[in-house]
């Protein structure tokens, strides 16, 4: 199993072999995530681990894994051919759920790793076509992987400022915002929900993202109430 130490090379190997490789995608690597806008038929991918314990995603022919885990929860936007079948499982000890996503031209998707009912694991797609670009701001996308989260927001921490607004589950809503430091507060039938996430200096012309995702009882990661985690939107190299 390849350690966080050989992520990168588990994330180039993963693009390259596993999932398909997108000749257009190597160009778009070159530049910054999103800054003249995808080609009509680049597609990119990425995992989130929304459940607070170590998972491993397992591409199908299972050549390559990558770990993510609290410190690294999610991978870059993995180029993928567009409209193609990329299958796989998620595993966490003894619990897998299997993968299989097609992913739109000029599209990216997250797919995002939580835990059922039954204490298993499932996953949610969530998708995006971005349609502008403004080097002049951040852009930051706030997602909802919490159902019990009604209404959901997402706030400057701190301070009556709404970033994104009545979000519902499994969707998401995109801002571009001055380039400062922030930090930022999730809430839910506009109550204040978990704890806050700093998310540090944002940087001009960079895209970022949250996601809102549900509490967890125990782990490393326990929370009485929804948890927010960043990943930033970059290209996988």
């Given at each position: 199993?390849?350690?966080?130490?050989?992520?990168?090379?588990?994330?180039?190997?993963?693009?390259?072999?596993?999932?398909?490789?997108?000749?257009?995608?190597?160009?778009?690597?070159?530049?910054?995530?999103?800054?003249?806008?995808?080609?009509?038929?680049?597609?990119?991918?990425?995992?989130?681990?929304?459940?607070?314990?170590?998972?491993?995603?397992?591409?199908?022919?299972?050549?390559?894994?990558?770990?993510l885990d609290n410190a690294k929860p999610a991978t870059d936007f993995l180029p993928v051919k567009a409209r193609t079948a990329i299958a796989g499982t998620v595993e966490q000890a003894a619990a897998r759920a299997a993968v299989s996503v097609r992913v739109d031209a000029g599209a990216f998707a997250t797919v995002?790793?939580?835990?059922?009912?039954?204490?298993?694991?499932?996953?949610?797609?969530?998708?995006?076509?971005?349609?502008?670009?403004?080097?002049?701001?951040?852009?930051?996308?706030?997602?909802?992987?919490?159902?019990?989260?009604?209404?959901?927001?997402?706030?400057?921490?701190?301070?009556?400022?709404?970033?994104?607004?009545?979000?519902?589950?499994?969707?998401?809503?995109?801002?571009?915002?001055?380039?400062?430091?922030?930090?930022?507060?999730?809430?839910?039938?506009?109550?204040?929900?978990?704890?806050?996430?700093?998310?540090?200096?944002?940087?001009?012309?960079?895209?970022?993202?949250?996601?809102?995702?549900?509490?967890?009882?125990?782990?490393?990661?326990?929370?009485?109430?929804?948890?927010?985690?960043?990943?930033?939107?970059?290209?996988?190299?």
């Amino acid at each position: 199993m390849k350690s966080i130490a050989t992520h990168g090379a588990a994330l180039a190997l993963a693009a390259l072999v596993l999932y398909g490789y997108a000749p257009h995608a190597a160009q778009a690597a070159e530049t910054q995530l999103y800054e003249t806008g995808p080609s009509d038929d680049a597609s990119f991918l990425r995992f989130v681990n929304g459940t607070g314990a170590p998972v491993t995603v397992i591409p199908e022919n299972r050549q390559a894994r990558i770990v993510l885990d609290n410190a690294k929860p999610a991978t870059d936007f993995l180029p993928v051919k567009a409209r193609t079948a990329i299958a796989g499982t998620v595993e966490q000890a003894a619990a897998r759920a299997a993968v299989s996503v097609r992913v739109d031209a000029g599209a990216f998707a997250t797919v995002v790793v939580l835990a059922d009912a039954a204490g298993g694991l499932k996953t949610v797609t969530i998708a995006e076509k971005p349609d502008d670009f403004n080097g002049l701001k951040a852009s930051l996308a706030f997602y909802n992987l919490d159902p019990s989260c009604t209404q959901a927001s997402l706030m400057a921490a701190g301070r009556n400022v709404a970033i994104a607004q009545d979000v519902a589950a499994g969707s998401l809503k995109r801002r571009d915002i001055n380039a400062v430091a922030l930090a930022v507060q999730g809430a839910c039938g506009g109550q204040a929900a978990g704890a806050p996430l700093d998310l540090g200096q944002l940087q001009a012309g960079k895209r970022y993202s949250v996601l809102l995702v549900p509490g967890n009882a125990s782990g490393a990661a326990a929370s009485a109430g929804p948890r927010l985690i960043r990943a930033d939107d970059t290209l996988a190299r």
